[in-house]
Structure formats: C-alpha cells, structure tokens
C-alpha cells in the first residue's frame, strides 16, 4: 500500500480518538486544542503541508526526511506536546537515516534536555572568541528545554581553581543548581587585560548535567594580546581537544575569516612502517576575503595520548617539495556505473548487445578513473563537476625511529586568522 508515497522513511502519527473524522485540519499558530484531525502525520519538516492542502505529501514528510529531522520530542518542531498545549513527554531521538532497516531511541517519561547558548558569533556554536579584544565579556546561558528538571553538576576548577582560566575569568551561576523546565542560568566569561604577558590563550569549560543524552557539554574560549595573531600554543590546563576546538574560532581582526579547513592527505591516518624521512602532503585552500594563505606543519611525538616534542615547522614557498593539479571527478564511482548499466541493457535485439558492450567499457572507464584517483586519500566524493585540488607537500627529515606521531596542517592569512586541520596519526618504522 505504500508504493505510491513520495518518499521512504520513519513515520510519527498523532492520533486523537475522541474525535470522529479528519475534516477539521488545524496547524500552528492557530489553537488546535479543540479543532484538529483524529489521525495526523507528524510531518518531519515542520511545513504543516498536509493540513494546508498545499500538497499530497513530500520528502520533508517522513523522518529525517529533506529536513534531516532526527529528533521528536517536546522542544523540536514539529513537537510531542498534546493537543492542549501540555506535554506529552514522547520523545523520539537518534532517528537513523532512511533505509530498509531504521533505528530510533523511545522515550515516554519526563526528562531534561540541556541547551547552551552565548552572546559571541554564532549563538549555538560553544565557542566564545575575544580576538584580540580584552576587557570584554560574553555570556553563556544555560537552558533546560525539556520537561523535567536539569540538574548541573560542580563546573570543574571554576570555583577552586580559577588560575587555570587566567587571563579569563569565570563567574558561574551554574554549578550545583536545579533549573526547572524553561528556566536558565548563566556563566559570565570574562577576558581580562592579559598584560604585560603576550601571546594567546585558549581554555574550555566543561558543564556536567544529567541530561541523558548529553552528559557534559564543552565551551571553547580564545582570545589574544592586542595585536597579536592567534599561534600554536597549548597553555597550562589546554588539552588537545581543547585546543582542536578552539583554533578555528579565534579571529584577531573583527570581521576577518579564517581560511578554509585543510584537509590533510599523507601520510593516510595510522599508517605504519613510515620511514624516518617522511613528506607530509595536504590540499592547499583558499581565504574567504582573498588574503594569501601560508601553512605550518605540525608534528608531535605521541606518547600514550600526550603529545611531546613538538615541532610547528613553517612551510615557505622555497621549501614546497611538490605542487600538483589534480582534477576530482564528480559522480563516477561505481554507484554511477552500475546506474548507467542498468539503463542500456534496457534496450533490445542487436541495438541492445552494442549497448551492453559500450555500457561495459564506460563503466570499466568510471572504475579505472575511480581507483586512479584513489591513491591519495581524502579526496571529496560530493564536489560537483570537474575541480582542480592543489595538493602541496613538504618534507621533514629525521624523525625518531618506532615513534607513533599526530600531525596536522594550518592554514594562516596575513591578518593571523588560522584554520587547522583534523588530526592524523602515523608511526615510522624500527
């Protein structure tokens, strides 16, 4: 019965038994309390489509569907609240993708559900950036959009510790409180004047709850010393995580981006038996305001997850090793292929064998240029048409031998807004 729908996927009906027929359509921000269908289709985008006779179902209807919905619960939109506005505590999360076989965690009890947000940039995004601004403060507030209460554990080191945020400080109105449905509570993060010190700093503070989907939710802060550019530097009380979160966001100039994320190459992550002389190969990238981009490469001895004798190397034009075009060709994986296949042996007679043939040697082309552009790795599937990827390289000698090493690349403009790239691991041979 379900051929004729327009599209596959998770469906989350609402159903009214007290009334009678599905004549009485109602949708947002109208009062449907009363007024609404007996049998309705939660419609995954939130569009109300249905009920506005503006079709007969779309993809947007079912979950995730075209809006990547992968959660139902009392704060999402479409939501799980009754009728009469009061909850419904059904929540219907971590929906999977479309597929024949789909997952999706249940709920039916109250519970909490931490939000935060703050007043830099982008409100959703944990991260807090000060560029080279001190003095200057932001806030991070703290919701709890579900139907229980949230309960928010001991913020580590705010209160005992508050030298490992220097030069930030903290006033937290957060820590062992119990926030109500729809209440709120805020950190107060505060960059003061790191002078006569210099350089740049960035911290994270880590905010427990017994939210059951997110127990701790981590907030990144960076900042600089007036005029200075944000560099490779791990302050006292950063880890790796932190400072992976926080690189990207510390933009020294109001206004200025950083460039785009390198997307490192080779050696391909956990590779093995590398020699002690290795080239480090990434895909060079662009700025958003046209500003020239220099790289450094960075490289660690890693030992048990702690990073030691690290190198930041400064990658100048006269020590590229390599420069290449590489052309990246859209849609001719074998996916591509077969499709193509499918729809030549459709024909028949003679004109059918001829376009077998030709449909075999087209797609053993599309595999020979598939596995051609496979020997380096990390190479986008979904770039749309032919695109030219500069591949630039550089070499680092005298490595130390049976060593695990993690590198990365960044990407600096000449005004010191800096994009690093995800973090990749080899280790070199005996």
């Known amino acids: 019965f379900d051929e004729g729908l327009p599209a596959a996927g998770l469906t989350i009906w609402h159903i009214d038994e007290s009334r009678t027929n599905n004549k009485n359509e109602c949708y947002p921000p109208s009062d449907c309390s009363v007024t609404h269908y007996r049998v309705s289709l939660e419609q995954a985008d939130g569009l109300w489509d249905l009920e506005k006779d503006t079709n007969n179902g779309d993809n947007g209807d079912l979950y995730p569907g075209s809006a990547n919905n992968t959660s139902f619960t009392g704060s999402s939109t479409p939501d799980s609240d009754l009728y009469n506005g009061t909850a419904g505590y059904v929540k219907v999360t971590s929906i999977s993708a479309t597929a024949p076989v789909m997952t999706a965690t249940l709920a039916a009890v109250p519970e909490p559900d931490i939000s935060v947000t703050d007043s830099s940039g982008t409100n959703n995004d944990l991260e807090v950036p000060f560029g080279d601004i001190p003095n200057t403060s932001h806030t991070v507030t703290v ?84 005029g200075e550019s944000w560099p490779w530097t791990v302050s006292e009380g950063v880890n790796a995580e932190a400072f992976a979160r926080v690189s990207g966001s510390c933009l020294p100039e109001e206004g200025n981006h950083t460039p785009a994320r390198p997307v490192p190459v080779s050696p391909e992550d956990g590779a093995t038996g590398l020699e002690t002389t290795v080239t480090f190969q990434w895909e060079g990238v662009t700025d958003p305001e046209g500003d020239p981009v220099s790289y450094e490469i960075r490289y660690c001895e890693d030992n048990e997850g702690l990073q030691e004798n690290c190198v930041a190397a400064k990658v100048e034009e006269s020590t590229l090793t390599g420069m290449t075009k590489r052309t990246v060709y859209a849609g001719l994986g074998a996916g591509a292929g077969l499709l193509f296949f499918g729809m030549v042996i459709a024909g028949d007679g003679r004109r059918r064998r001829i376009a077998l043939l030709a449909g075999m040697i087209i797609l053993t082309a599309m595999l020979l240029v598939s596995c051609g552009k496979g020997a380096v790795s990390d190479v986008g599937s979904n770039v749309s048409g032919d695109t030219d990827t500069t591949i630039l390289s550089y070499t680092v000698e005298g490595l130390s031998p049976d060593t695990a090493y993690s590198w990365h690349v960044v990407a600096s403009d000449d005004k010191g807004a800096a994009s690093l790239s995800y973090e990749r691991s080899f280790t070199t041979r005996n």
């Open 143 to 226: 919701t709890n959009l579900g139907d229980a209460d949230l309960n928010i554990g001991q913020i580590p080191y705010v209160s005992d510790q508050p030298g490992l945020f220097r030069p930030f400080t903290i006033t937290d109105n957060c820590s062992n409180r119990t926030i109500a449905p729809s209440a709120a509570c805020t950190l107060t993060i505060q960059f003061t004047d790191p002078s006569p010190d210099t350089g740049a700093w960035g911290k994270v503070v880590r905010i427990p709850s017994d939210d059951p989907d997110k127990s701790e939710v981590v907030v990144s802060m960076c900042g600089t010393s007036p």
